[in-house]
């Protein structure tokens, strides 16, 4: 039996694009656009219970007290403070520019690759927040206290260097940043009322 | 001499559509190269407090997060309207955080079990106290790396 040749028609493609159409507008309404930001910080290590008490041997110059009541007013070394004056008192106790002996030690060290820089190494920033203090207002203080540091680094890197930190090499924005380490700690209100 | 042409009717030529698709497709795929599912339906509500300093949050799969607020309207009748903890999609307590921690970080590679971030989204009105607690119970399952979740703040 002969068979008949038969020809194939053309797939009519013009639904492709609605079809599509509905896959973009099925993934535009299931995704969410926006990109998570946020302050990351670490966490220190937990301690064992029986060390909890025996507080850590600093300096009385070399701690900056900050405080957050339950009335999310900041106190800071005792001192009622407004949040936008609370950079400039951070950055004034980390530098300690004029050696003041009520701010925290000068001490002269090697950094790889400036070479001796006198520095507040051991200057420590504890931050207290009480129960009912709002999420806001300590997220405002930790905003507040990651910008003086970048300032600090970016003031150093302009004096030393000429150029803007995020512009220097990889080794040296090392350097700034064990000279300007983040050296914040945090205690919750309890802890202390143990301690008094 | 000027030749006056004829008018001829013209006909437009039918519009072609067939790259129609492939355009179409294409935003298909950009879309999904730059978006994120939804992770979770939220059962609190959260407004992230805003904040000057902000990092963009790297390496999705290696975040987990916690999401602390007050509950949605609809769960209020048998949540209460006290700030609650979500793991996942659902209510938790904070004495929970800990062993969903460790799940979630059994779960993963070993290589990227050091890596694991703890994203904190809480509404901005939460009291720290709870916040404490859920960094306490951070600290005891050794997952120190943390993200306070925060949007930019344009200005003061």
């Not at chain 1, 025996?54 to 339950?70: E, G, P, Q």
């Amino acid at each position: 039996m002969e068979r008949k040749k038969r020809k194939v028609g053309q797939i009519n493609a013009s639904s492709m694009a609605d079809i599509s159409f509905l896959l973009l507008i099925f993934f535009l309404v299931t995704t969410s656009m926006n990109v998570g930001t946020g302050l990351s910080r670490r966490l220190p290590p937990p301690v064992p219970d029986q060390q909890k008490l025996k507080s850590a041997d600093v300096k009385k110059r070399n701690i900056f007290i900050l405080h957050i009541t339950n009335q999310d007013e900041i106190i800071a070394q005792g001192e009622k403070t407004d949040i936008h004056k609370l950079r400039g008192k951070v950055m004034q106790f980390i530098k300690n520019e004029n050696n003041d002996p009520n701010l925290p030690e000068l001490i002269t060290e090697n950094v790889p690759s400036i070479g001796k820089v006198a520095y507040t190494k051991n200057h420590v920033i504890l931050l207290e927040t009480d129960a009912e203090a709002r999420y806001q207002t300590y997220i405002d203080v930790q905003s507040e206290l990651v910008a003086a540091y970048s300032e600090l680094r970016d003031e150093f890197a302009m004096k030393r260097f000429g150029k803007h930190y995020h512009l220097l090499r990889e080794d040296l924005q090392k350097a700034v940043q064990i000279i300007f380490s983040q050296r914040i700690s945090e205690v919750q209100a309890e802890n202390i009322k143990e301690k008094k | 001499m000027a030749l006056i042409r004829k008018k001829e009717k013209r006909e437009m030529p039918a519009l072609s559509t067939s790259s129609l698709p492939d355009i179409i497709f294409m935003l298909l795929f950009f879309f999904m190269a730059v978006t994120n599912l939804k992770e979770t339906t939220y059962r609190v509500r959260i407004t992230p407090p805003q904040a000057a300093e902000v990092q963009k949050l790297e390496n999705k799969s290696l975040i987990r997060y916690i999401y602390v607020g007050q509950p949605l309207p609809q769960y209020q009748n048998s949540f209460g309207s006290e700030t609650r903890i979500q793991l996942n999609d659902a209510f938790a307590d904070i004495s929970e955080i800990e062993s969903y921690i460790v799940n979630e970080r059994s779960a993963m590679r070993e290589e990227d079990q050091n890596l694991m971030t703890v994203c904190i989204r809480a509404d901005k009105d939460t009291p720290m106290g709870t916040i404490n607690e859920i960094k306490e119970a951070l600290r005891k399952v050794y997952a120190l790396k943390i993200v306070y979740a925060a949007n930019q703040r344009s200005q003061y």
